[in-house]
């Protein structure tokens, strides 16, 4: 149950405003960063489309946490540079944003029921910035993450997704980052993507078109070919946590419906109103 004293605060120090669409972005090698692809031309297209959000939540496959859900309020998040072996040009890269802790404080409270606590050390990893410097290339919209708790299952996280659905009509654009396939142990440089990472896709495209959210919850149902799709599974939460913020008001739109290196599907999906 959402605390009913959280969303009456929300309410009343964060205006209405129109309802905010959601974005889980599929966002693969770091390079795309610092390289002109068609995926970080497809980003950038798709920020000068989005209404201007008043804050940006942003859920990274790249932060996970053991037994709580961590939200990060810090004044000034710090830009982590998390890989390495890449060009120096990589590691210079910045996204100088604020933070948003008076709201962020919020979400803890939203998110009690999900063993929601404060977090002041974390920051943007690239599964953030590598995005938004292409979404709001200003860095001028305040932003902060919320952590992948590991320990719990698929429906966890999109209950999640259901409790933060508060926030879009409150200026915040929810945002994820992962991959709908991504399987680092089955890269291949050239060629087609394997039979597996093809199959997950497609499965994941037609579920989510349908809203069977319990088959993309059902690690059962999907066995080895889940397995094989993620090895782990932190790429996959986000997606769902993207797609328990919607509703049936909600148009899905698909863009970036393409593998890069073979086992990494950069498919990405738009919910809006």
Do not use: C
């Not at 959280?6 to 120090?13: A, C, E, G, N, V």
């Amino acid at each position: 149950m959402k605390p009913v004293h959280s969303l009456q605060t929300l309410r009343d120090r964060f205006a209405l405003s129109e309802r905010m669409p959601l974005v889980f972005l599929g966002h693969g090698s770091p390079m795309n960063a610092i390289e002109d692809t068609v995926y970080s031309r497809g980003w950038s297209q798709l920020g000068r489309q989005l209404p201007r959000p008043q804050a940006i939540l942003v859920v990274s496959a790249h932060w996970v946490s053991v037994g709580t859900t961590l939200v990060d309020v810090s004044d000034l998040p710090v830009v982590i540079h998390d890989f390495h072996g890449f060009p120096n040009a990589l590691y210079d890269q910045d996204y100088p944003a604020m933070g948003h802790p008076e709201l962020a404080r919020e979400v803890v409270s939203l998110l009690s029921s999900h063993q929601a606590q404060e977090n002041d050390t974390w920051g943007l990893d690239h599964g953030s910035w590598s995005v938004l410097k292409f979404l709001f290339p200003r860095a001028d919209v305040p932003v902060f993450q919320v952590s992948i708790d590991m320990t719990r299952d698929f429906d966890w996280h999109l209950e999640i997704g259901q409790v933060l659905s508060e926030l879009r009509d409150r200026g915040v654009l929810i945002l994820g980052s992962g991959n709908i396939v991504h399987n680092l142990r089955a890269l291949r440089p050239s060629g087609p993507p394997p039979d597996f990472a093809q199959a997950f896709d497609t499965l994941f495209t037609e579920r989510l078109t349908e809203r069977d959210f319990g088959a993309l919850t059902d690690r059962k149902g999907m066995g080895a070919l889940l397995r094989q799709a993620h090895p782990t599974a932190e790429h996959y939460v986000p997606a769902l946590t993207i797609a328990g913020a919607s509703d049936s008001r909600d148009t899905l739109t698909f863009m970036n419906d393409s593998f890069d290196l073979g086992s990494i599907s950069m498919r990405s999906f738009v919910f809006h109103s």
